[in-house]
């Protein structure tokens, strides 16, 4: 059962959520001020939600502050009025896992509430891998870089599959970080102190793959004046990684289900079979299940390698990473140059947040590396970026004027959309939008003004 804190001065709205987070099964403690809450932010609690107005002792933000400080891992819902924009980006900025707006819809909540404890049980289980490996954590996975939910489970499947012997397929398109993935289930495994082999399946002509694998004897083929051990060989007790499995022939599959079979390989000219110890992660941006369908791909090799399957995401479909990607190649690139003065403008960052980079990972950390060759003082700029990415900043935003909104309308969705690209920074936000800050506050003034008109007119 999860234990909620609930922070409310209002007894009515205290007593619904306290009822809504029962029924879903939660034990709950609720309180009525900032110093009750500060007196448990201790207390082992898996979830807080806080009121920002908490009458005249410390405010919801200072309830925020102060489980961040003593209870990193516990996730703070805040509560907001209806309307609230900057007070919700505001709280959002500070660490807040989400926010609902007064009055509340009881599934919203529910479904906020839901999401927030797995966020918190998938966090947990992040830093207990970390632990378990040493407090250091390896090149490998420190190469593997996000924050989303779908790289939490990632970093959870690595973590589970790297202690076994089992054969691994890591699926995504290029560009995924596929390798990364397999060394870090390597670095993580019993077989850490022994090789680890990569090997590219489509550089190589399968009779020139199959040399590579297995190796060849003496005579083998005109020039082939001494024996040679193959890479499976060379990876004895370790791990042979063979990236774009779905790109090999016929004959190679057979082989490579023989080795995943007998464990052992014979050389290109020999007779006799060698024994190895090797465990194989394999890698494919196809659909192999597709390729079995069409005859392409040896169903029974689909089975042996397919054991266990990483699936990585395209960049596109975890856009929160992006920002912590940037600053991880802005970081690294720093490093290499030995510089410290490195950064990156909001128009730019603006931009590498829409594109919808079709080369993944590898192509933003291409793109970041080519801008800070290219940057002034090594600060990149929206126009130090390529054409097609500085162009995405231009773009109306998804839903922006779908409806083919009035002027008024518009004005009003696009303040509310740069305010949530800055974090509710309101300095920042009148810098993009070109005004001071005094002719924003006058614009958020009205819309309140007009928000509260509305629902008046509601009620009448």
């Given at each position: ?157 690595v973590a589970r ?79 042979l990684f063979l ?87 802005l970081a690294k ?128």
């Open positions: 059962m999860s234990r909620v804190l609930v922070v409310e001065d209002d007894r009515v709205q205290r007593d619904l959520i306290v009822e809504i987070l029962e029924r879903d099964g939660h034990g709950v403690e609720s309180v009525a001020s900032g110093e009750e809450a500060f007196a448990r932010s201790r207390g082992g609690h898996d979830l807080v939600i806080t009121d920002v107005r908490l009458g005249d002792g410390p405010s919801g933000m200072e309830v925020l502050a102060r489980f961040q400080a003593e209870a990193a891992l516990t996730p703070v819902i805040v509560i907001t009025a209806f309307g609230d924009v900057t007070g919700a980006m505001e709280a959002i900025q500070r660490g807040a896992y989400d926010y609902v707006s007064k009055p509340f819809n009881v599934d919203e909540l529910a479904l906020t509430v839901r999401r927030a404890l797995e966020r918190r049980r998938l966090l947990e289980e992040n830093r207990a891998l970390k632990a378990s490996l040493g407090g250091t954590r390896p090149a490998a996975l420190a190469d593997i870089v996000g924050r989303s939910a779908q790289m939490l489970d990632v970093y959870k499947l599959v790297a202690a076994t012997q089992s054969t691994v397929l890591v699926v995504g398109e290029s560009g995924t970080g596929k390798e990364l993935v397999a060394r870090a289930i390597h670095s993580h495994s019993p077989r850490a102190e022994k090789p680890f082999v990569a090997v590219n399946c489509t550089a190589l002509t399968e009779s020139l793959l199959e040399s590579e694998l297995f190796g060849h004897a003496k005579g083998a083929f005109t020039g082939a004046v001494a024996a040679k051990r193959g890479l499976f060989e060379e990876a004895s007790g370790g791990t990236d774009e499995i779905g790109d090999v022939g016929a004959k190679m599959q057979a082989q490579l289900l023989r080795v995943l079979q007998e464990g052992e390989i014979r050389r290109v000219g020999a007779g006799e079979a060698v024994r190895v110890d090797v465990r194989v992660v394999a890698a494919t941006h196809r659909d192999l299940e597709a390729e079995v369908r069409a005859g392409r791909f040896r169903e029974d090799l689909w089975f042996r390698i397919n054991v266990v399957t990483v699936r990585l995401p395209p960049l596109r479909e975890r856009p929160s990473d992006i920002p912590v990607l940037v600053d991880h190649f690139y720093a490093n290499r140059e030995g510089r410290s003065d490195v950064g990156c403008a909001a128009d730019a960052r603006a931009a590498l947040s829409r594109y919808a980079w079709p080369g993944n990972v590898r192509e933003l950390e291409n793109v970041i590396e080519r801008a800070l060759a290219l940057s002034k003082n090594g600060f990149i700029l929206a126009a130090d970026l390529p054409v097609e990415i500085a162009g995405a900043a231009a773009l109306p935003p998804p839903g922006l004027i779908d409806d083919r909104p009035t002027l008024e309308e518009l004005k009003r969705r696009y303040l509310e959309f740069v305010l949530h690209e800055t974090g509710g920074n309101k300095k920042r936000a009148a810098e993009v939008l070109d005004i001071d800050r005094r002719t924003l506050y006058r614009m958020l003034g009205r819309e309140e003004r007009e928000e509260k008109e509305r629902d008046e007119d509601d009620d009448e």
